[in-house]
């Protein structure tokens, strides 16, 4: 009985940090600007990103070649969306006042995703400049 309990303090433990250090990123990326190119490429007006294009952004993230730079900052991300969706679902007709809590943070991950996207075009631009030139 007691292992269990230490199990389960360790796992809440762990959440805690996961959730954290997704925060975190939301917050680092929210200080950094999204290029108009990435926004207008994917097909959405400059300050009008929320948190239901969150998919449709992770698919165009597939989309680009990945140098393995962020693909752990990625994946973290797309849990703790999840995690989101499901205490959203799952826990909204007990806590309604945290709606627009989960709201703002759908929104920063699509925020985080759609800088992640511009970081990976712009180094596949980069790649494909360096290829034009060495074949010059």
Not at 38 to 59: I, V
Not at 74 to 80: G, K, N
Not at 90 to 111: N, T, V
Request: hydrophobic share 50%; with cysteine; charged share 20%.
């Amino acid at each position: 009985m007691i292992a269990v309990l230490i199990f389960l303090f360790s796992l809440l433990a762990l959440l805690q940090f996961f959730i954290f250090y997704c925060r975190a990123l939301i917050a680092e990326s929210r200080a950094q600007k999204i290029s108009g190119e990435t926004l207008g490429l994917c097909g959405y007006p400059a300050l009008a990103l929320a948190g239901d294009q969150f998919q449709r952004l992770l698919e165009l993230i597939d989309l680009c070649a990945e140098t393995g730079e962020d693909g752990y900052q990625v994946l973290a991300i797309c849990a703790y969306y999840r995690l989101l969706e499901f205490v959203r679902h799952s826990l909204q007709w007990a806590i309604p006042f945290a709606a627009s809590w989960i709201d703002k943070e759908r929104d920063g991950c699509a925020y985080a995703a759609a800088l992640f996207l511009d970081r990976r075009i712009a180094r596949n631009r980069m790649m494909l400049a360096q290829q034009s030139i060495r074949s010059l």
